[in-house]
């Protein structure tokens, strides 16, 4: 089950959404991330708790188009570069 770590938490600006640490785990990194639309739906679905496989399946059920391949590969891409905030238990 993949979540995200205490202490990181999503918000919008404008018309972008960021990711930040606060409290105790600003102590182990000092930035915000970026995401856009499709990003903030995956942190979302990460904030209630899921996996790898849940989150392709909720990727094809809101993106009319997208095929298992495209949305396997877009899960890992963003999984990695989120990877700081995230934990796996």
Do not use: P
């Not at 904030?47 to 095929?67: H, I, M, S």
């Amino acid at each position: 089950m993949l979540k995200v770590k205490k202490g990181f938490i999503l918000r919008k600006l404008g018309t972008e959404y960021m990711a930040v640490a606060i409290g105790e785990a600003s102590k182990n990194f000092n930035g915000m991330i970026r995401l856009n639309g499709t990003g903030a739906f995956y942190w979302k679905e990460l904030e209630k708790g899921t996996t790898k496989e849940q989150l392709v399946a909720k990727t094809l059920e809101e993106y009319e188009g997208v095929t298992e391949d495209t949305a396997r590969r877009d899960v890992e891409e963003f999984l990695k570069s989120i990877s700081v905030a995230i934990i796996d238990e």
